[in-house]
């Protein structure tokens, strides 16, 4: 293989005119073949002054070009090559390798004169057994030469190592040995090509490999052999006041950009506006803690800066007012409330509540409870708290500051629990206000079911604050179910709901609820100018059989309860407070026709109607009012229910106008309050 040293040899620099070009020659040094040199000099000689080139190695080149520079040479040199055996051209080799003298001539404004010097050992030095040629003069080259026998020679391939000259041949050897792999992304063993000998071995494409580069990391050999890796990632700066990506340096190690002013946290909960220093350190402003009435500091803070308090025992005092259980004052009543107490009302809202943005819903099945419909709002102002009455039925309190329902818009309440909205300052009912919830208690006031026989009994109505009618007997005197008798307490402590009524014979219908219960405690005055409403549902109808007896009504549920009590109470001319009864359902007949449901308890004086204009089966009874009873079923047709309860307390008295409707009459704890 040939190769090519360009070195730049000048032996003597001088400067050049202008006007003049500096002449040199280009001396080609060739090397036979089998050379013992391991470097190699040029020499430059005038008389007995000589320059020398540096030491040119001899790693495999055949030839290399030197270049001399003419500096104060005269127009003639004598050149000559020296052959040394170690690579820094100290030792002659021994015997000795050199070219023979050649003159060199300096030709003006030339600067590359050629001049050729070939270097081999001295003829008469010894057979050299490799080189195909006649080195000691006896005209027998390689092993035909006898000095050569049982020395190393080559038959030109280079596959096969170690052969001997024998008898004027070269044989023998053995295979060469291929188990130096250039990488580790080669196999560990390779072929060797004929006839250079060069060893070639098959890349190990992902093998995992070191490309000795400390800023990549999962090395791996590619297709060719080459090994590489992937930029290591420096994404893990010391601390949060670095950048979030750094640099790799050359000691593979990770250099991150301070970041000196920006937002960090400094783990203290009670500090704010924390920031990065000049030290990378972190921190912020500390916040001071004041006291609370009905709060202790309880040494730690939330989030970043909001001190947190644990609260005080509720029912201690406070300024206007007593603690609550979630560490606020809750303004005083003017009177003691019903059912709970002042230390039990939740956490009131920031501001006042009004609802403008028509039905709004609140459940009280869940707690916090579910609203739907809170005016535009993501989630209600108030606060909740459920707690329970002496009879384990459960309340669930609903605090505000001030609350106004707009006209054209409502209010319901439906779920288990009895609801009870506290408000501290004044509340105004100017559009409508319905309850559908509450647990009931009626062991002795829900109507009884009527007999299952050949032409079954109607349901009995259930009962409350008045008690609910008789289902009407079959056509064969089936019994029917009788009527829910009085029961709860006409204080509504505790409150609950009213009673429902009883199935009709045969009748797979759920039975019809009664009314629902509402406390409204008010600090204020209370205005009622719309409608507030806790009415008792109607008795599903009967299915008529053909062919068979007919199923009987369901009995209507009775009246809710209502109980208002306020610092004062106004019922203005369009007022409606009510917790009337639902009407029976209509029997099925035996045609096949089925029998009207009963209406459910109405906002006015009017009964509601029992089922009558369904199939021929009977009617149902209508459902009480204010001093209006309910009526009995006839033929399978179901009871009514009775009133529910409604209590009015007043501290300072109410103002009733003549138009309001108050359906049943209110009880009161003041008498002569005006409520009744």
Not at 345 to 367: H, M, V, Y
Not at 600 to 617: D, E, H, N, Y
């Amino acid at each position: 293989m040939k190769r090519w040293l360009f070195i730049a040899m000048p032996l003597l620099a001088t400067a050049c005119t202008s006007s003049d070009v500096e002449s040199g020659l280009l001396v080609t040094l060739e090397f036979d073949p089998g050379l013992a040199s391991k470097c190699v000099q040029l020499v430059a000689r005038v008389g007995a002054t000589e320059r020398r080139s540096g030491a040119i190695e001899l790693t495999g080149f055949t030839t290399a070009p030197v270049a001399v520079a003419r500096g104060d040479f005269p127009d003639v040199v004598t050149l000559q090559a020296l052959g040394f055996s170690d690579p820094g051209c100290r030792t002659l080799t021994t015997p000795a390798e050199t070219s023979l003298p050649a003159e060199g001539r300096f030709v003006k404004n030339v600067v590359a004169t050629p001049v050729a010097l070939r270097v081999r050992r001295e003829v008469g030095s010894g057979e050299v057994c490799t080189n195909g040629l006649d080195d000691d003069g006896d005209q027998q080259i390689d092993c035909a030469d006898d000095d050569c026998n049982r020395k190393p020679c080559s038959l030109g391939n280079a596959c096969v190592v170690d052969q001997l000259c024998n008898n004027g041949a070269c044989g023998g050897g053995t295979l060469k040995m291929c188990v130096s792999p250039p990488s580790a992304c080669f196999t560990p063993s390779g072929n060797c090509e004929a006839p250079a000998g060069e060893c070639k071995y098959t890349p190990r494409a992902l093998a995992t490999c070191d490309d000795t580069d400390p800023c990549t990391t999962s090395d791996q050999c590619d297709l060719v052999g080459q090994c590489h890796g992937s930029p290591k990632p420096c994404n893990t700066p010391p601390s949060q006041c670095f950048g979030p990506t750094g640099t790799c340096s050359v000691d593979g190690g990770c250099q991150y950009a301070l970041a000196e002013g920006s937002v960090c946290n400094d783990g203290q909960s009670c500090t704010i506006n924390d920031r990065c220093a000049a030290d990378a350190g972190c921190s912020g402003v500390q916040v001071v803690c004041g006291t609370r009435e009905c709060a202790v500091f309880a040494s730690g803070c939330d989030g970043d800066g909001g001190c947190r308090y644990a609260p005080t025992d509720a029912g201690l005092a406070c300024t206007g007012g007593v603690c609550n259980g979630g560490g606020n004052c809750i303004e005083s009543f003017p009177y003691v409330p019903s059912n709970f107490t002042e230390a039990q009302i939740p956490n009131l809202p920031a501001g006042p509540t009004e609802l403008s943005c028509g039905q709004t819903i609140i459940d009280t099945s869940t707690f916090p409870p579910t609203v739907t419909n809170w005016c535009g709002a993501s989630a209600p102002d108030f606060g909740s708290a459920v707690i329970n009455q002496a009879d384990e039925q459960p309340l669930m309190l609903l605090s505000f500051r001030s609350l106004k329902v707009f006209g054209g818009s409502s209010l319901t309440l439906k779920g288990t629990r009895n609801p009870v909205l506290v408000v501290t300052g004044d509340a105004q009912l100017l559009g409508s206000v319905t309850t559908e919830s509450g647990s009931r208690s009626c062991a002795t006031g829900g109507g009884k079911s009527g007999a299952a026989e050949l032409s079954n009994g109607g349901g009995g109505g259930g009962g409350f604050g008045t008690v609910g009618a008789a289902g009407g007997k079959g056509i064969t005197n089936a019994a029917g179910g009788e009527g829910g008798g009085v029961n709860g307490e006409p204080t509504l402590v505790p409150l609950r709901g009213g009673c429902p009524g009883g199935r009709g014979g045969d009748n797979s219908t759920a039975s019809a609820l009664g009314g629902g219960s509402l406390q409204i405690t008010v600090g204020g005055t209370l205005t009622v100018s719309g409608t507030v409403n806790a009415p008792g549902k109607g008795g599903a109808g009967g299915n008529g059989v053909t062919l068979g007896p007919a199923v009987a009504g369901n009995g209507g549920g009775s009246g809710g309860a209502v109980l208002l009590e306020a610092e004062s109470i106004v019922f203005n001319n369009a007022a409606r407070l009510t917790a009337n009864g639902g009407g029976g359902g209509q029997a099925g007949d035996i045609a096949g026709g089925n029998g009207q449901s009963g209406q459910s308890g109405t906002t006015s004086l009017l009964v509601a109607r029992g089922g009558t204009t369904g199939g021929a089966g009977g009617p149902g009874g209508d459902g009480a009012v204010r001093s209006v009873a309910a009526n009995a079923g006839s033929d399978s047709g179901a009871g009514g229910g009775g009133v529910g309860v409604i209590r009015v307390n007043t501290l300072t008295g109410c103002t009733v106008d003549p138009s309001a409707i108050l359906s049943p009459a209110p009880t009161s704890r003041q008498a002569g309050s005006g409520c009744l």
